[in-house]
């Protein structure tokens, strides 16, 4: 199974700064990797798909990058409502595999 | 524009068995991939299987192979999982998510319905 590490597991950080997280696949996946932001009591939404393809609709303040093993998350500028849990996911594999989150809040 | 409500969800004693349901509308269900993730209380987002279009692809997380069944009724527009031998840790809420495209399985998941929960317990 490719295993998905994800960090930091908690990030607190101030409305407009720029924020990053990181996901590691345990083997090289291409560019089959996924953002998913899930906030209290909802159902995950697709943010960005294929390491670095916004979603239509997702603001242009979320960004990611990366490919084989290593991939970035970026917010470039936080905003109140980006408070949420942020997982990664792996299609390159079965089973899909997701990261086990980054809890973002607000300073 | 594009519905996912999952259903069936309830308490089940420990080795009983619960069906969840997923309608589907707004969108051209046959053609679609459909899948199912679960999440623990205050625990990550865990794959449990995943279904292609026609059935044709059926995949399942080690942790409920032979024990789930996952279905799809494309007249009805309908995803099922037959969830057997129920245990403690397969308390969760579970979502339908759909492929956001054609020809892939368990790929994006695009779009997720609101979550049914089940509890498994004595």
């Known amino acids: 199974d490719i295993q998905m590490t994800q960090s930091p597991s908690s990030l607190s950080a101030s409305v407009g700064d720029r924020i990053t997280i990181t996901c590691q696949a345990s083997?090289?996946?291409?560019?089959?990797l996924n953002w998913y932001q899930q906030k209290p009591g909802k159902a995950p939404k697709l943010l960005i798909y294929d390491a670095s393809n916004l979603e239509t609709g997702v603001p242009s303040r979320f960004s990611g990058s990366g490919s084989g093993t290593d991939f970035t998350f970026t917010i470039s500028s936080l905003q109140p409502e980006d408070i949420a849990t942020y997982y990664c996911?792996?299609?390159?594999?079965?089973?899909?595999?997701f990261g086990q989150g980054t809890k973002l809040g607000i300073k | 524009e594009v519905q996912l409500v999952e259903s069936g969800g309830g308490l089940v004693k420990p080795g009983g068995s619960l069906r969840l349901s997923c309608a589907a509308s707004?969108?051209?269900?046959?053609?679609?991939?459909m899948n199912w993730v679960r999440q623990a209380p205050g625990k990550g987002l865990e794959w449990v299987s995943s279904?292609?279009?026609?059935?044709?692809?059926?995949y399942f997380a080690d942790s409920v192979k032979g024990r789930f069944t996952i279905s799809r009724d494309n007249a009805e527009n309908s995803l099922y999982l037959q969830m057997n031998s129920l245990r403690a840790e397969d308390t969760a809420v579970y979502y339908c998510?759909?492929?956001?495209?054609?020809?892939?399985?368990?790929?994006?998941?695009?779009?997720w319905g609101q979550g049914t929960l089940v509890t498994v317990s004595s």
């Open positions: 083997q090289d996946i291409s560019n089959y």
């Open positions: 707004g969108f051209t269900f046959s053609s679609y991939s």
């Open positions: 279904i292609s279009s026609s059935s044709s692809y059926i």
């Open positions: 998510a759909r492929d956001q495209i054609v020809g892939t399985t368990g790929a994006i998941l695009a779009n």
């Open positions: 996911q792996q299609y390159d594999g079965v089973p899909r595999t």
